[in-house]
């Protein structure tokens, strides 16, 4: 890790100066858990961190007519002892759960679970984000890819967007503001979220001089049921090997409109809407549920080792459905 | 003699007698610790080197500007003054803004309780407390842990005899090696002060931030529990 500068603006404008055009000027700093690490392993490199908690209104929850806004530094933390959060969106409660560390909860900020990098082995190990060798094929599809894509994987990227976050938000509906030199602009959560085609290209849609500075859950999500279940490979801190969030706009026992969202299956989190549309007019139990987890694995495309994912998916739905209707089981 | 022997003794009682003499010899002995004789060695061998170490600074730091007084507030690459407020104490340092709070601890400080493992934010062995909550110090800089109150596990232990957490372990084989213990102590003690009532399948879900590789999970989820009661009892913080 090279020598940078480090700066703890008190204002977006202020901030948004720090930052350059090019990803290595500069580094938007928050939580620090994943870009200390990455600037620890050489995988990223930085003159400059910015320091983004100093900003004030960065760090609060608060409802409005348009729903409910949660600043880019609150921690996961503040997140999941927030009582309304709880009250409105388990779903959110399920994901921060899932991260079993209290260390990573007190530090990660809601800004950087959005934002971390994926934590495909061969991106980690310097090999890029895309994992080409010198003739520019995938050294993913020719090693070991038991923790990569079954969506999504046609293309070069074949990692895994890594936030329990993202699917979750996306299934919300949510909206996430990003401020650049040229003012605000709000980005639907499933398009903040991007497929990389070619080198350089990153897996959101942020430039180098933005910064994500809220998220809002669109109040007409409010009343929706909702759940994440996530797929661990153990009972301690790790990131899950597939998840399914849900959200059900529910008329007394019967879907009127469904979002069903898989994670950790693709470059980015992956609707499953042949899924949510089937639901519709259905009632959610043990049958309905498991069909709902055949139709959203419908399409996979499995790498050499990673056809377990197919099933783990599957089934992800299938619990998601139930544990949103009440049905909850470990 | 047990290989316990050698334990702080949970009734806080001292040695027989006789043993008395022997021991403040041995103590005497002990003063001169394996560290500052590590230490003592390492300037040694430091010295002969010096020359081209000091060659290498010298072309390193030229072009970098220094810090202090540049515009938009930016500070570093350079060294620059820190101050920390750890175990109560001021302690005022000079470091570069990507120095990690869990190196100035060990290398400028000498509170080498906080371990370095991982070195990512992932097996919890150099865990400290932020203003109460346990956060990784590997992947906290220094810089951005001025204004908040560090305690480290040198801080947590009373004058005498164990904090109840520390106890607990003893009392329940909650470690082997013992290399996680500190951070093991640091992430409970945390988790018991907003979780006064911690039930075991609690555990299993909320203290997943730190790795034993020995493998002493069963241990320390029982010393959690029994260490819940006696801090109820005595109050938290020694």
């Not at chain 1, 209104?57 to 997140?79: C, D, F, K, Q, Y």
């Not at chain 2, 220094?142 to 596990?153: M, N, P, R």
């Not at chain 2, 109840?164 to 996680?180: E, H, I, K, L």
Request: with cysteine; glycine share 10%.
């Amino acid at each position: 890790m090279d020598a940078f500068e480090y700066a703890k603006p008190s204002s977006l404008k202020e901030a948004l100066g720090l930052l350059g055009s090019d990803w290595d000027d500069a580094s938007v700093f928050a939580g620090g858990t994943d870009l200390i690490s990455l600037l620890k392993d050489d995988v990223v490199d930085t003159k400059r961190l910015v320091n983004i908690k100093g900003i004030a209104g960065l760090n609060r929850v608060h409802e409005s007519a348009e729903g409910v806004h949660i600043g880019a530094a609150v921690t996961v933390e503040e997140l999941f002892s927030n009582r309304m959060i709880r009250e409105q969106f388990p779903a959110i409660i399920d994901a921060a759960e899932g991260i079993r560390s209290p260390q990573l909860h007190n530090m990660s900020t809601v800004g950087g679970w959005l934002c971390q990098r994926p934590r495909c082995w061969y991106y980690r190990n310097g090999f890029g984000l895309l994992a080409l060798d010198k003739d520019g094929q995938s050294l993913v599809t020719q090693g070991d890819n038991r923790y990569h894509a079954i969506f999504g994987n046609s293309g070069p990227a074949k990692f895994i967007s890594p936030s329990s976050f993202g699917p979750v938000l996306i299934a919300l509906g949510g909206e996430m503001r990003i401020e650049g030199p040229k003012g605000a602009r709000d980005v639907a959560a499933a398009d903040f979220f991007v497929i990389p085609q070619k080198q350089g290209e990153r897996e959101h849609a942020l430039a180098p001089n933005e910064i994500v500075t809220e998220i809002t859950i669109p109040a007409a999500s409010r009343g929706m049921r909702n759940a994440l279940y996530e797929v661990r490979p153990k009972e301690g801190l790790d990131w899950p090997l597939t998840t399914a969030a849900v959200a059900l706009r529910m008329r007394g026992d019967t879907v009127e409109r469904a979002r069903i969202v898989l994670g950790h299956v693709a470059p980015k989190p992956w609707p499953a809407e042949d899924a949510a549309k089937w639901l519709v007019g259905k009632t959610i139990n043990e049958e309905n549920a498991a069909k709902a987890g055949d139709a959203a694995v419908q399409g996979a495309t499995p790498l050499s080792r990673n056809g377990y994912k197919v099933q783990l998916a599957r089934v992800s739905v299938k619990r998601a459905l139930l544990a949103a209707v009440g049905e909850r089981r470990v | 003699m047990s290989p316990h022997e050698d334990k702080p003794r949970p009734d806080g009682t001292e040695k027989p007698d006789e043993k008395r003499e022997k021991n403040a010899q041995e103590k005497k002995l002990r003063d001169l610790s394996r560290r500052s004789f590590i230490k003592g060695a390492g300037i040694a061998s430091v010295a002969a080197s010096a020359g081209a170490l000091l060659a290498d600074r010298v072309l390193e730091a030229a072009p970098r500007p220094q810090s202090g007084g540049m515009a938009g507030g930016v500070v570093g690459p350079g060294e620059v003054p820190i101050t920390l407020k750890i175990n109560g104490q001021i302690r005022k340092l000079n470091l570069e803004p990507r120095v990690m709070l869990l190196d100035a601890l060990r290398n400028h400080l000498d509170l080498t309780g906080a371990k370095k493992v991982c070195d990512r934010a992932t097996c919890g062995a150099c865990t400290v407390h932020l203003d109460g909550r346990a956060v990784y110090s590997c992947t906290t800089l220094a810089i951005d842990a001025q204004g908040h109150d560090i305690t480290t596990i040198e801080g947590l232990e009373p004058k005498e005899g164990l904090h109840p957490m520390s106890q607990a372990f003893w009392n329940n084989d909650a470690q082997q090696c013992g290399f996680c213990t500190p951070g093991f102590v640091m992430a409970c003690t945390a988790y018991v002060e907003h979780e006064p009532n911690p039930t075991y399948e609690g555990l299993q879900k909320s203290l997943g931030g730190n790795l034993c590789r020995c493998g002493t999970y069963m241990g320390i989820r029982e010393a959690v529990l029994e260490a819940a009661k006696t801090m109820k009892t005595k109050g938290g913080r020694a």
